[in-house]
């Protein structure tokens, strides 16, 4: 079973933030947040990963509660190519990455 | 470019005629792993691999074999496929050991079994 719990579906406007929640109420504490996507039927492709910190790079930015419980992926500038399926997962390890079902963004103009 | 290769993209096959999926990686990982996907149903792991000659079942493993005999490959290999194995496919790698590992995946390979 997912350790995460997302929204099956976000809408955005392009140019604005997206924000997508991710609930993992049940998170170790040696266990890293993951957030990838994958757009249509692509390959899933690696967005960002934090443990206890924020973490920012130049997709996206990761906010982290400070009991670990939740956390929200940011896209500050959505554009119509960030229309996607966008996946949370916690894991210590990647032997068994469990994907979801994700949060299909839909980012409109 | 760092990468991981799928062949085929996309195969229509018949029931019981043995096929195999390759994969191949330039990253020198450790780890590398198999996934279906399925409407509906996400990503589901079906083998994974730490390591050349080590491998181990995920979640959906029946009707399928791998092979790590060198680091850069795993075949996924169904030996008599079925039309429930019609699926879409994808294999990824990473580095191994503790901590945080990111995945890197294969544009996917896309099964029809008649």
């Known amino acids: 079973d997912a350790k995460t719990t997302q929204p099956p579906s976000m809408d955005c406007a392009e140019g604005r933030a997206a924000n997508l929640p991710c609930n993992h109420s049940t998170i170790s504490g040696n266990e890293y947040v993951y957030w990838y996507r994958q757009i249509h039927s692509q390959g899933p492709q690696y967005i960002i990963h934090?443990?206890?910190n924020n973490e920012t790079n130049e997709m996206a930015s990761l906010i982290i509660t400070e009991d670990r419980k939740s956390s929200t992926l940011i896209l500050p500038h959505a554009t119509l190519r960030d229309t996607a399926v966008y996946y949370c997962i916690v894991d210590y390890n990647t032997d068994k990455l469990i994907f979801g079902t994700g949060t299909r963004l839909q980012v409109f103009p | 470019e760092a990468q991981v290769t799928q062949n085929p993209r996309y195969l229509i096959t018949v029931t019981g005629k043995k096929l195999t999926v390759t994969c191949s990686q330039n990253m020198n990982h450790e780890y590398m792993s198999w996934y279906r996907q399925d409407p509906g149903l996400g990503l589901r792991q079906i083998y994974y691999?730490?390591?050349?000659?080590?491998?181990d079942k995920g979640d959906v493993p029946e009707g399928y074999k791998v092979s790590r005999k060198e680091k850069r490959n795993f075949p996924l290999i169904l030996e008599s496929p079925s039309p429930n194995q019609t699926s879409l496919y994808f294999c990824?790698?990473?580095?191994?050991?503790?901590?945080?590992?990111?995945?890197?995946f294969g544009a996917g390979s896309r099964l029809t079994v008649l």
């Open positions: 990824a790698s990473s580095s191994a050991g503790a901590g945080a590992n990111v995945l890197t």
């Open positions: 691999s730490m390591n050349v000659e080590v491998t």
């Open positions: 934090g443990l206890k």
